[in-house]
């Protein structure tokens, strides 16, 4: 995570240095949208709109910060549910996603097969006549072997519960930072697209071994 904010960091700088330097491949409307895209604001502090280009500059920054955290932060809390399911339930390691859902329901794999067993019974057997369906259906959607569990206690089954939820509240905020990512991008592209509507921004020899940056402005 720290390796690829800086990452991100890096490419925002190595941006702004290219702005106050006087940089040529900013030359068109065009050049300005697509860097509002790439880094939100930098395009307004480019064309002078300093304020605006620097608050969505910073949010970028902090919801870049937050993306990045809250990856690492689900990676490690889901690691964690993982190996106390195993340590007090029983469940082997690895095992699919949607098993770690249906261990959060049921305090034992027993009771799910039974709760599974009576709807399958009812809607099979009974209402439809099919054995052999009722079969592959528990075969199909019950837990034997190793893979089932049985919790030690209730306590330590609700503890699992709160760190699922722990994760689901990081996965959330995990979503929410790549939206405000989003939509400072679609801010500053279309504040962009606005402000640059009667810009011209080209470069041309100064000197022996210079350039001047030519703005402007058509009304």
Same mark, same amino acid.
């Given at each position: 995570m720290n390796l690829l904010f800086s990452k991100r960091l890096n490419l925002i700088a190595l941006l702004l240095l290219?702005?106050?330097?006087?940089?040529?491949?900013a030359q068109s409307r065009m050049a300005f949208i697509g860097m509002s895209a790439l880094v939100p604001g930098s395009a307004e502090i480019a064309m002078g709109k300093t304020n605006r280009g620097v608050a969505l500059l910073l949010s970028d920054v902090l919801a870049t910060y937050s993306?990045?955290?809250?990856?690492?932060?689900?990676?490690?809390?889901?690691?964690?549910?993982k190996q106390y399911a195993q340590s007090y339930a029983g469940v082997p390691l690895g095992m699919p996603q949607s098993q770690y859902q249906v261990i959060q329901d049921y305090i034992s794999s027993e009771q799910f097969n039974d709760f599974q067993d009576l709807m399958a019974r009812n809607y099979f057997v009974i209402y439809h006549n099919d054995v052999q369906?009722?079969?592959?259906?528990?075969?199909?959607?019950?837990?034997?072997?190793?893979e089932s569990w049985q919790w030690e206690s209730s306590r330590h089954w609700e503890t699992y519960r709160n760190m699922r939820n722990q994760h689901q509240r990081i996965m959330i905020n995990h979503n929410l930072a790549l939206g405000?990512?989003? &939509?400072?991008?679609? !801010?500053s592209v279309i504040d962009t697209a606005? &402000?640059?509507?009667? !810009?011209n921004l080209y470069?041309?020899?100064h000197g022996v071994d210079g350039l001047m940056l030519n703005y402007e402005m058509r009304f």
């Amino acid at each position: 995570m720290n390796l690829l904010f800086s990452k991100r960091l890096n490419l925002i700088a190595l941006l702004l240095l290219m702005l106050t330097g006087g940089s040529l491949w900013a030359q068109s409307r065009m050049a300005f949208i697509g860097m509002s895209a790439l880094v939100p604001g930098s395009a307004e502090i480019a064309m002078g709109k300093t304020n605006r280009g620097v608050a969505l500059l910073l949010s970028d920054v902090l919801a870049t910060y937050s993306f990045f955290k809250t990856d690492k932060d689900m990676d490690l809390k889901k690691a964690a549910y993982k190996q106390y399911a195993q340590s007090y339930a029983g469940v082997p390691l690895g095992m699919p996603q949607s098993q770690y859902q249906v261990i959060q329901d049921y305090i034992s794999s027993e009771q799910f097969n039974d709760f599974q067993d009576l709807m399958a019974r009812n809607y099979f057997v009974i209402y439809h006549n099919d054995v052999q369906a009722y079969i592959d259906y528990m075969e199909a959607n019950t837990y034997t072997g190793e893979e089932s569990w049985q919790w030690e206690s209730s306590r330590h089954w609700e503890t699992y519960r709160n760190m699922r939820n722990q994760h689901q509240r990081i996965m959330i905020n995990h979503n929410l930072a790549l939206g405000v990512m989003l &939509l400072n991008r679609a !801010i500053s592209v279309i504040d962009t697209a606005i &402000l640059s509507k009667n !810009i011209n921004l080209y470069a041309r020899p100064h000197g022996v071994d210079g350039l001047m940056l030519n703005y402007e402005m058509r009304f």
